[in-house]
């Protein structure tokens, strides 16, 4: 059941593992069929009501799932409700005189099928958050019942080669058929007995056992499996090695194979090469001077898919630890999942490798002679930190397609806000697909929910094309329980292929070392995390010439602290700041120009240390930090003075050498601005924040309060237009934020897309915002001034006030700049204090203001801000924006629009790309370019001349 749960868990965000609490029960009657019915009986005694918070309420649910009679097609009962929020009709009745919890069912109505073959539940809390939850209970239905008296049902057995194995069963009411397979063969039948015995003689090779038990019309099946010890050879790896798949570069029938797994007996390899029944010549062989498991693998064809796994072998476990464990390669660029592949839309991920049949748990694709992605920009020039604005992506609500393709197809609505970074939420292998991507299984591995390899790619080197760094978001804290590195040292007391580290475990903490606990805590003092991670580092540096990392909570690397000790979390740890510094250093060996991003949300005397490292060389690197700004923010946006100081967004401020700080208003992780503002925003009667339309007229005043400061700042996807949905939004339409009960449950739910369907571009309330942000943008990029320094009061007010001076430039240049914005309900009269008298203009149209008292009040209304500098901007922005340059009229357009300039073609964009008319003009300046067909909307009109010179120019359609 594990399985099915670790999607809902990520569903959940940030999820604190605990022990998984043992209960028992009965069920009366203990036979029964799934037209009976039945009552569950929980023993209170059993439960421990203080942990769970259930002490006055007694609530308690039932949970469950159900299996046909052949042990397939498992359905979750319709009862069940959300892992976070239980149904009404699942909760149990608390009998106080006994201290039981009961609940009655017939289990062919309450999972609304019939043919049930077993039911499996489990008792948990209305929100099973943080495993307050029983462990899993699976009972068989039906008077018909066949018990594995030797070996244990789903478990494997290892013997010497050459040896017996015996097995016995027996079963309920009267005699029944038995068949006995090893490896899909039958070597044994009894046609009439209840207790069933066979001994297998003289095993030499590994079995997959299926004992079949016929009564009438109703066949159980029972599974178990021998696994030979072929006793390891000794023999010493190839040089070069490194673990997980090596391509032989001259020869594609061979690839080698490289596992570390200290602590195990043997390992097989098992695949679509030898049909998965692997013999001792599959048995891997152990480099003496490492430890390491090694096979060479032949007899491959060049281009075709193999799928395999590794069978990992502990002659004696641990108690509760399985004995053989069958998980794909850690080091895995692409693996198959039985659970998750299924639901991937084929538009997305053509041509997928079909999972192979009969197996469980994922699968590593290999492949010789693969072709390599054409790389068009082979020598992108990174944009310098100080001037980045990264816009954060992820790929799940950016567009309903939930695609890389419709990112590509989107690449002038990145082109046209003048960004110049995307950082994409994780896409590493992460389990389900409804998912943030912070579960990640295999880091190594693209996640093909969103498209394949090729077209991440492609995403990268269009972004590359247009002058667009990519960052990637990294979740190297933690890992979850499909892992393979989780999987081969677990504890699994109930046998259903997952569960925690074990002490013997030489990557993860079996318990987390720090207070924010999400999946399974690396322990990255161990040399052999360390190589993990740096391998992983390489892969998306060197294969999808990735530009950079944001590596989430970073808090997490440390191992000096406990689980339930945040004061000690939070405070300097120097064990923390050395292993990131070593991680920062490899990536900076393999790319001197590698962003590396932390986010820490942590105290500035440890943010220093990788702020100011290394700044002083040759390119200056130092580690850029997230910096949280959004309740300060917030507050201006909505209009309250409160806790509206914002003057840490300046790096400066925080004590970091260089402009290190990626400041933002807005992440993945906080409520919405525009959602707050209309719920919550201050009003005079007059001026009213709670009004959509004046909420977003105060959004260009928080870009230009924002983005502007100079160093690297964050936008989160959609801000830019105003996006008003709460981050709390839920999949039925509802919204559970931070003030309902329980609180923020939705969060991780996929989001709507109004930007989109309700073409919020051509709305003008939002794509002011758009305009003036890509305006700011354009100017932090292009104007040096914004490289200087800022000043800022260190104050909680409404009228903010920021000067940035560069002194490196001369009074010729623009090199001051004033920014007043007023975010009061009220007009305001601001002292504006510019450095000097004299002509001023306003940066957005280069308008002249004349300035002979620099104390001079400047009103402006509420929402208004001002941007001003001692020159004139080169604003760079493409020749759209240069009206005396441009004139289409009319602008709104009806019916149909003139240019007034010659063409020889026009062709005119929606905003999302796509191409929707050409006309062909032969240099015809009276030419009337009609659209009276298409739909109300912004859009670009690309215009050619005779020597082929492109303008461009927008326009919106009435």
Known sequence: MKKTLLSIFLLMGVTVFAQIQTVTYSINPATFEDTTPITITINGSSVNETSWGITTTHALYLWSWCYDVNDTNQADSPSNGSWTTSNEDSKFTYNAGTDTYTKTITPSVYFSRNGIGRIGFLVKTKDGSGDKKSQDIVVEVGSFQVSLTSPVENSTTIIASGANFSISATNTNGAASYTL???????????????????????TGNQNYELIATQGATTISKKFTVVINPNTVSEAMPAGLVDGINYNSSDFTKATLVLDAPLKD??????????????????MKKDPSTGKFWLEITGLVAGENNTYQYWVVDATPLTNSPSMVKTADPYSTLVLSPYDDQYIPVASYPNMPTYPAGQNFEVTVLKTGQTPYNWQVTNFEKPQKEKLVVYEVLVRDFDAARSYQSLIDKIDYFKNLKINAIELMPVMEFEGNESWGYN????????????????LKEFIDLCHQNGIAVILDVALNHAFGRNAMVRMWMNDPDGDGFGSPTAENPYFNTVAKHSYSVGEDFNHESLKTQYYVNRVIKQWIEEYKIDGFRWDLTKGFTQLCTAGDNSCTDSFKQDRVDILKKYADFSWAIDPTHYTIFEHLGSDAEEKEWANYKVTETPSKGVMMWGKMTKEYNQLSMGYASESNIFRMNSANRGFAANRLVGYAESHDEERLMYKNVQYGASNGSYNVKTLNTALSRMSAIGAVS????????????????MDDSIFSCNNGTVNDEGTTPPGDCKLDTKPQPQWTENWLGDSNRNKIYNDWAKMITLKKTEPVFLGTATMANTTTLMVNIKITNSNLTSAQLKDVVILANFDTAAQNMIPGFQYTGAWYNLMDNSTINITDVNAPISLAPGEYRIYGNKQANLAIEDFEKGNQVSLYPNPVTD??????KTSKVDIYSMTGQLVKTFNTNGNTDYQFSVHNLTSGLYLVKTFDENNKVRVVKFIKN
Do not use: R
């Open 181 to 203: 397979k090893a490896n899909g063969a039958t070597i044994n039948t009894n046609a009439s007995t209840s207790s069933y015995s066979y001994t297998h003689a003289n095993i």
């Open 266 to 283: 043997f390992v097989y390899v098992a695949g679509s090469f030898n049909n998965w029944q692997p013999t001792t010549a599959y048995a």
């Open 896 to 901: 149909y629009f003139t240019l007034g300039f």
């Open 707 to 722: 983005l502007l400061i100079p160093g690297p700042k964050m936008i989160w996807h959609f801000g830019e237009l105003g």
């Open 440 to 455: 990640t299984s295999f880091h190594m591995a693209l996640d093909k929910f969103y498209g394949t390899s090729d077209k």
